[in-house]
T-cell receptor, first 114, second 109 residues
Framework: NAGVTQTPKFQVLKTGQSMTLQCAQD?????MYWYRQDPGMGLRLIYY???????DKGEVPNGYNVSRLNKREFSLRLESAAPSQTSVYFC?????????????FGPGTRLTVL | GESVGLHLPTLSVQEGDNSIINCAYS??????FIWYKQESGKGPQFIID?????DKRQGQRVTVLLNKTVKHLSLQIAATQPGDSAVYFC????????FGSGTRLSIRP
């Protein structure tokens, strides 16, 4: 099993450009998450999807949109990138059964907005 | 969602010594608490969990202590090794997890 995969691994954008970060998991997990991590900081939740067909805002949703395409895939879209969105983006998934939420993280996407 | 905070942003220990990383939480409704380790350039990985009805759980070189009275967790790493250098996060098990900033553990040779 590949676990959680993210594409691309690196991306450089100019201010105002748009892009979609892709995430897929092959563990048949119910819930999926998008986090950002700025240098020296912890993880901040952007959006999450507790189950297929549902999405909810996290701590820092402004400037982002998400799509839970199916049970496997959860994408994050930046419609008009800003330098403040320069960060490392992590996708995670969890089975989320009986309130147990062990999250499995992808390798991250390093995004720079110029 | 739950919120967590960590007492110290950085911790430096001598190789071979024991490390203790602390974590406070605000809401005691979670059934589990989970510790994650994040090595440089990688995503966080599960280390160990503890159920809320336990006060101690041991793994290989790691021990988790849970004090529900003061809403406090600690992760103890025995005989700290260079490979333990990482950022450590604790997180309550909930559908929406708010991670704290983590504790960066560095090892002195």
């Amino acid at each position: 099993n590949a676990g959680v995969t993210q594409t691309p691994k690196f991306q450089v954008l100019k201010t105002g450009q748009s892009m979609t970060l892709q995430c897929a998991q092959d563990m048949n997990h119910n819930s999926m998450y998008w986090y950002r991590q700025d240098p020296g900081m912890g993880l901040r939740l952007i959006y999450y999807s507790a189950s297929e067909g549902t999405t909810d805002k996290g701590e820092v949703p402004n400037g982002y949109n998400v799509s839970r395409l199916n049970k496997r895939e959860f994408s994050l879209r930046l419609e008009s990138a800003a330098p403040s969105q320069t960060s490392v983006y992590f996708c995670a998934s969890a089975l989320l059964a009986d309130s147990y939420n062990e999250q499995f993280f992808g390798p991250g996407t390093r995004l720079t907005v110029l | 969602g739950e919120s967590v905070g960590l007492h110290l942003p950085t911790l430096s220990v001598q190789e071979g010594d024991n490390s203790i990383i602390n974590c406070a939480y605000s809401n005691s409704a979670s059934d589990y608490f989970i510790w994650y380790k994040q090595e440089s350039g990688k995503g966080p990985q599960f280390i160990i969990d503890i159920r809320s009805n336990m006060d101690k759980r041991q793994g290989q070189r790691v021990t988790v202590l849970l004090n529900k009275t003061v809403k406090h967790l600690s992760l103890q790493i025995a005989a700290t090794q260079p490979g333990d250098s990482a950022v450590y996060f604790c997180a309550p098990s909930a559908s929406k997890i708010i991670f704290g900033s983590g504790t960066r553990l560095s090892i002195r040779p």
